[in-house]
T-cell receptor
Framework: GAVVSQHPSRVICKSGTSVKIECRSLDFQATTMFWYRQFPKQSLMLMATSNEGSKATYEQGVEKDKFLINHASLTLSTLTVTSAHPEDSSFYIC?????????????FGEGSRLTVL | GIQVEQSPPDLILQEGANSTLRCNFSDSVNNLQWFHQNPWGQLINLFYIPSGTKQNGRLSATTVATERYSLLYISSSQTTDSGVYFCAARKGGGSNYKLTFGKGTLLTVNP
């Protein structure tokens, strides 16, 4: 299947700092990428839809100024958690769909575990 | 949006047993996927199955789209099958591939 890669896999930061997470589609072009958040022992909740060359679409309740998304190329989307606080600690995971009408199957990255001290 | 419900929430098996996990969804779908989340959190794609039946080794899945449910079968379970199994569905129509996840089934396979 298609490969989606995330970096970093684990990050620890101090409260008030910003953290950037990268999501790359390695063997296909992705016009659309999705960012999910998962709290311990819970399901995945969609945060935002990232569209190449245009603004991201955020789900209700997700602060767009807190979670900045940039999808500057067909293979890269970034999520920046700005002024992170302990309540932002979570597992963030991205996914991508293959460009064009083809299969609707989504592929997921390895995830990034953020811990804010 | 579409609602996705999974059952059972928890399942404990002895190695070698068979199991069936169920996923109900509230609307017509054009994408239905099953995932296994490993202990490190990565989602492993098991099946992309908006309709019909597929098999991959000891795993198989069936989606009956007209009745809005999907089943994941695990045969001859092994301890390595332990983990959380998620079903995710996307409502038919549109092109942004937004998937909604169920709450998952936590499977524990004991030796």
């Amino acid at each position: 299947g298609a490969v989606v890669s995330q970096h970093p896999s684990r990050v620890i930061c101090k409260s008030g700092t910003s953290v950037k997470i990268e999501c790359r589609s390695l063997d296909f072009q992705a016009t659309t990428m999705f960012w999910y958040r998962q709290f311990p022992k819970q399901s995945l909740m969609l945060m935002a839809t990232s569209n190449e060359g245009s603004k991201a679409t955020y789900e209700q309740g997700v602060e767009k100024d807190k979670f900045l998304i940039n999808h500057a190329s067909l293979t890269l989307s970034t999520l920046t958690v700005t002024s992170a606080h302990p309540e932002d600690s979570s597992f963030y995971i991205c996914s991508a769909s293959i460009r064009g009408p083809g299969t609707g199957e989504l592929f997921f990255g390895e995830g990034s575990r953020l811990t804010v001290l | 949006g579409i609602q996705v419900e999974q059952s059972p929430p928890d399942l404990i098996l002895q190695e070698g047993a068979n199991s069936t996990l169920r996923c109900n969804f509230s609307d017509s779908v054009n994408n239905l996927q099953w995932f296994h989340q490993n202990p490190w959190g990565q989602l492993i794609n098991l099946f992309y199955i908006p309709s019909g039946t597929k098999q991959n080794g000891r795993l198989s899945a069936t989606t009956v789209a007209t009745e809005r449910y999907s089943l994941l079968y695990i045969s001859s379970s092994q301890t390595t099958d332990s983990g959380v199994y998620f079903c995710a569905a996307r409502k038919g129509g549109g092109s942004n591939y937004k998937l909604t996840f169920g709450k998952g089934t936590l499977l524990t396979v004991n030796p």
